[in-house]
C-alpha cells in the first residue's frame, strides 16, 4: 500500500466578529486620523473598571483640609451621627460690634457634607446688627428668611447693584464670590437660613481684611483713599495694628 503524505494546513484564528470589524476599522492604511480622539474613547469605553463611585466620603477631621477637601474616614468608622448636625437650633451671640452671629454647619463641624458640595449656616442679626460686606470665595449663597425683616444685597463684578427688602418665607441667592450684606430692617431679631454649594465655601469680610489685621495705615490709606485719621480710628474699632 502507497502511503500518501498529508501537508499539514494550521487552522486560521477564528475572530469575533465585532473585534473583526473594529480591527479592519482602525487599519491605518485607511484611517482618518482625525477621528483618534472619538476612537479612543471608544476603546475605553469596551476596557473593564474596577473602580466603583463611593457612597459618600464622610471627613476625617484629623487629617489637613485641600482645596479638594479632607481625606474620607473609614468606613467601619462611620457612624449615623456623621450624617446629623443639630447645632443651627441655637440662636447665634449677637454681643458683639456688628450684633450679627454666622452659626455654621461647614465641613469642619459637620464632616457628613465633605464631598457633597453642599453646606448650610444659621444667622442671628438683632435689632440694628449688620453682616456686613463680604464673599465666600468657594461657594454661592442661598438664604431664607425665618424670622424678622432684612435688607439683603449683592453688588456684581461690573459694579451692578442688587437689594430687597426680604420678610418671612422669602429667599435670595448671592452668586459665588460676590461682595454681599445683609442688614436688620425691623424691630426683632432677624433668624434667616442659609444653604452653600460647598462644604467649606470660606468667608471674607471686606471691612475686617482691610482694618482688623497688621496692614500698613500708610498702605491701607493708598488702597482706600481714607485719610489717616480715619484709618487708625477703624484699625482701632475693629483690632488692627500697624
Known amino acids: 500500500m502507497q502511503l500518501v503524505p498529508i501537508q499539514y494546513k494550521p487552522p486560521k484564528p477564528q475572530y469575533n466578529t465585532a473585534i473583526k470589524t473594529f480591527a479592519q476599522f482602525i487599519n491605518l492604511t485607511y484611517i482618518d486620523f482625525t477621528m483618534l480622539p472619538l476612537l479612543l474613547s471608544l476603546l475605553l469605553l469596551l476596557l473593564p473598571s474596577s473602580s466603583r463611585a463611593s457612597d459618600f466620603c464622610v471627613a476625617d477631621l484629623k487629617g489637613v483640609e485641600t482645596p479638594a477637601g479632607f ?38 463641624q459637620f464632616p457628613g457634607v465633605n464631598g457633597l458640595g453642599i453646606s448650610a449656616a444659621r444667622l442671628d442679626i438683632a435689632v440694628g446688627g449688620v453682616v456686613p460686606l463680604h464673599t465666600h470665595p468657594a461657594g454661592s449663597e442661598l438664604l431664607l428668611v425665618t424670622q424678622g425683616s432684612i435688607l439683603a444685597g449683592f453688588i456684581s463684578s461690573a459694579n451692578g447693584v442688587y437689594y430687597k427688602y426680604l420678610r418671612k418665607g422669602d429667599i435670595m441667592v448671592f452668586p459665588q464670590g460676590q461682595l454681599h450684606f445683609q442688614i436688620n430692617a425691623g424691630g426683632v431679631t432677624a433668624v434667616a437660613f442659609v444653604s452653600f454649594s460647598s462644604p467649606s465655601p470660606g468667608l471674607q469680610i471686606t471691612s475686617f481684611a482691610l482694618f482688623a489685621n497688621s496692614l ?15 484709618v487708625k480710628k477703624l484699625k482701632g474699632v475693629l483690632g488692627g495694628s500697624g
Request: proline fraction near 4%.
Open 71 to 108: 481625606a474620607c474616614k473609614k468606613v467601619s468608622s462611620v457612624t449615623v451621627d456623621d450624617f446629623v448636625y443639630t447645632g443651627l437650633g441655637v440662636a447665634g451671640n449677637t454681643s458683639n460690634i456688628i450684633k450679627a452671629a454666622v452659626t455654621p454647619a461647614f465641613v469642619a
Open 216 to 230: 500698613p495705615s500708610a498702605v491701607v490709606e493708598k488702597v482706600t483713599f481714607l485719610d489717616d485719621a480715619e
